[in-house]
């Protein structure tokens, strides 16, 4: 199965600044469409997770613009131009490309 | 509204037997793959199994493979997880989602609000 790295898994940003969040596959997580499967999701205290980004950079509709997703290969990025309060949560990636099973990273603690 | 229902957790002895339920509104269910995930407590999210939407494919993690089985009845819009020979480690929050192959949402993605499974003696 691929295994999926996050870092860090704590994150402590103050209001305002940006925030970013690396994650590491064990293989390459191209699919031989071309795409690359790897998805981002938040989960926010006592809810159910939400994606927020597919296929590396799309944004899910909804999810301000202030979330970008990049990366290519194994390695992967969210980042967060400036962090609000709404933000924080436990952040995770997902890889589909070598389904079955989908997995996730470890997730990463946003804090303010 | 795309709404996600789950039901049927509870407590159960290691060993023992549960059926989950998801109800799925403002969708229609059968053009969609599903999908279980849980979340054991304070943990990170784990993929349980999924159906294609005909039914007519499954998929399971390595972990609940032979005790788990995954169905769904299109005709009541409604996902099952029958789960065997349950273990403390099972215990979890199991959610329902839409999503399926590659981790495709067939568009937006859902998310239930889970259901508490909870195996201890």
């Known amino acids: ?112 | 509204e795309v709404q996600l229902l789950e039901s049927g957790g509870g407590l159960v002895q290691p060993g023992g037997s549960l059926r989950l339920s998801c109800v799925a509104s403002g969708l229609i269910f059968s053009n969609y793959d599903m999908t279980w995930v849980r979340q054991a407590p304070g943990k990170g999210l784990e993929w349980v199994s999924g159906i294609s939407g005909s039914g007519g494919s499954t998929y399971y993690a390595d972990s609940v493979k032979g005790r788990f089985t995954i169905s769904r009845d299109n005709s009541r819009n409604t996902l099952y997880l029958q789960m065997n020979s349950l273990r403390a480690d099972d215990t979890a929050l199991y959610y329902c989602a839409k999503m399926g192959p590659l981790g495709l949402c067939g568009g937006d993605c859902y998310w239930g609000q889970g259901t508490l499974v909870t195996v201890s003696s």
């Not at chain 1, 992967?76 to 389904?99: N, P």
């Open chain 1, 1 to 112: 199965d691929v295994v999926m790295t996050q870092s860090p898994l704590s994150l402590p940003v103050t209001l305002g600044q940006p925030a970013s969040i690396s994650c590491r596959s064990s293989q390459s997580l191209v699919y031989s469409d071309g795409h690359t499967y790897l998805n981002w999701f938040q989960q926010r205290p006592g809810q159910s997770p939400r994606r927020l980004i597919y296929k590396v950079s799309n944004r899910d509709s909804g999810v301000p613009d202030r979330f970008s997703g990049s990366g290519s290969g194994t390695d992967f990025t969210l980042k967060i131009s400036r962090v609000e309060a709404e933000d924080v949560g436990v952040y995770y990636c997902m890889q589909g490309t070598h389904w079955p099973p989908l997995t996730f990273g470890q997730g990463t603690r946003l804090e303010i």
